[in-house]
């Protein structure tokens, strides 16, 4: 019951969010903001990925990363004062090109004030001596990288074929074994066709037995448009029924927690003394690359999914945005509070500090809920999730994923035309 009302109270928040040709406001008022850069290219494309991306074709790459550096040429004036705390980039598979994702990263910080970690994405199959080399030189700090299960036949299930077990095993050792990153996270997913919880299970025995830093664990999440969650609707895939997904979810948190992990997310979980790798949690943000999408103080807003569009766009002079929609400033607070509960929890002064009003002030009766139920607790002033909470705090995030970012994307690749935005 409580994850029902969990799910339905998160959908009558944000359901009635529309993506439209909005025209956003482009940041030019911030002391810091964060960067995120968009690598939409794949060797093989998995059916259940919701984000944007292209099989890969090594032709694209120097285009590509051109008009990446061209767009960031578009905002040098607009964030010439202002600090560039974060710099993470995802994909799609950056290390599929790691002498573009180098190019594109000296770039930026020629370009920038950046102090901050630099996070990437990775693939197993993607990684060597030397691409490890390439990314240590251009600065990057933390690494993840996408294994999402050891068990070859899961991974087959899911479509995911550009690697295998024994790859993912290798390329753990091989980037403990260098030792250059501050963070190095790997990703699981459970929830998934043909998983089983001994399966899920053994999962997480073997990322605790080789001592990964940070292991971020996420649930299946299926956007109408991908070709697993037609599958689904056509009686090809099974999918796990939620009791199951709540067992295995269950498992996840008291392994880690057993094992002496730390949550720093719902979904992830790192050892002590690990700064954490995170690829959501930023405030505001502006996004970089095809599809890539932006936070700047009330908007949301996307770049085109089109790689011909966006290289077009931004070589004319022009940013590449297509949709955006406008948050009215409860929604905005609301946004960082769902963000703040993702992280497990949150100080009260920072929220004071964000908006200029407590938050008890503008969500007290939604607090006192949470706190009514066992999901948040109170100490002073810094709001916990407890360990009661996780699971709806779980549940909460991937609806807003299902509903908010899964309308986004649709809105983006249904609008391929940008709106010619001039910086100026």
Request: aromatic content about 10%.
């Amino acid at each position: 019951m409580l994850n029902y009302m969990i799910e339905r109270m998160t959908r009558k928040k944000i359901g009635n969010v529309k993506f439209s040709r909005t025209k956003p406001e482009i940041p030019n008022d911030k002391d810091e903001i964060g960067l995120y850069i968009h690598i939409p290219f794949c060797k093989v494309p998995c059916p259940f990925c919701a984000y944007i991306r292209y099989p890969w074709n090594p032709k694209l790459e120097r285009p590509y990363v051109e008009a990446v550096k061209e767009e960031i040429n578009l905002y040098r004036e607009r964030l010439s004062d202002v600090k560039i705390n974060s710099i993470y980039v995802g994909g799609g598979t950056p290390t599929i090109m790691p002498e573009g994702i180098a190019d594109i990263l000296r770039h930026a910080e020629d370009t920038f004030d950046v102090s901050s970690d630099i996070g990437v994405e990775s693939n197993p199959d993607d990684l060597n001596e030397k691409t490890l080399e390439l990314l240590l030189d251009a600065g990057v700090s933390k690494l993840s990288m996408g294994v999402q299960s050891f068990n070859d036949e899961i991974l087959k299930a899911i479509g995911r074929r550009s690697h295998d077990a024994k790859q993912a095993l290798d390329a753990i050792e091989l980037v403990m074994d260098n030792g250059g990153f501050d963070t190095f996270s790997i990703d699981l997913m459970f929830s998934l066709p043909t998983q089983s919880l001994s399966s899920l299970k053994r999962d997480l025995e073997i990322a605790i037995e080789k001592g990964v830093p940070q292991v971020a664990t996420y649930p299946l999440l299926l956007f109408p448009y991908c070709k697993m969650y037609r599958d689904e609707k056509e009686g090809k895939v099974k999918l796990q029924n939620k009791k199951i997904e709540k067992c295995m979810y269950d498992t996840i948190v008291d392994s880690f927690t057993d094992a002496g992990y730390e949550p720093c997310s719902v979904w992830s979980f790192v050892k002590q003394g690990i700064d954490k790798y995170g690829s959501v949690e930023r405030d505001e943000y502006v996004g970089i690359g095809a599809g890539a999408m932006s936070s700047v103080n009330q908007y949301f807003y996307a770049n085109t999914a089109s790689i011909e569009e966006y290289t077009r766009t931004v070589g004319e002079g022009a940013l590449p945005i297509t949709i955006g929609a406008e948050f009215q400033p409860e929604g905005v607070a609301a946004r960082w509070l769902s963000m703040s509960l993702y992280e497990t929890g949150f100080d009260k002064r920072e929220f004071k500090n964000r908006f200029s009003m407590g938050v008890d002030e503008k969500f007290k009766s939604f607090l006192r809920w949470l706190k009514l139920f066992g999901i948040i607790k109170l100490e002073g002033d810094h709001v916990q999730v407890t360990r009661k909470g996780m699971c709806p705090i779980h549940l909460m995030t991937k609806t807003f994923l299902l509903t908010f970012i899964a309308k986004a994307c649709v809105a983006c690749m249904e609008n391929p035309k940008p709106l010619n935005l001039q910086v100026g």
